[in-house]
């Protein structure tokens, strides 16, 4: 049974908007952190966005100002809202939960953006 599972990702033109989901079972979302990540074939998989337990996040640079995650635990989702997006933004997204027991990671939801 998958414990991540994404959803959201599409074709979208620049300087458009997508918000990504990531529904998780109700024992991950106590994880130490959840994050999105992304990868396209010519790089290795980076990281856009996390957000620990404690409700602190971090951005990579280029997610600054645009990207925003949260979460709603009511719901057991973590989302990536994406704004302003850019064709340097198309890849696969990947959400990841992490614990001192587990490194779970979805199935990965694409996200392509044209000029």
């Known amino acids: 049974q998958a414990q991540l599972v994404e959803s959201g990702g599409g074709l979208v033109q620049a300087g458009e908007s997508l918000r990504l989901s990531c529904t998780a079972s109700e024992r991950i979302m106590s994880s130490n952190s959840m994050g999105w990540y992304r990868q396209t074939p010519e790089n290795q998989r980076e990281l856009v966005a996390e957000l620990t337990s404690g409700g602190s996040t971090n951005y990579a640079d280029s997610a600054k100002g645009r990207f925003t995650i949260s979460r709603d635990n009511a719901k057991n989702t973590v989302y990536l809202q994406m704004n302003s997006l850019i064709p340097d933004d198309t890849a696969v997204y990947y959400c990841?939960?992490?614990?001192?027991?587990?490194?779970?990671w979805g199935q990965g939801t694409q996200v392509t953006v044209s000029s």
């Open positions: 990841n939960a992490v614990s001192p027991y587990y490194d779970y």
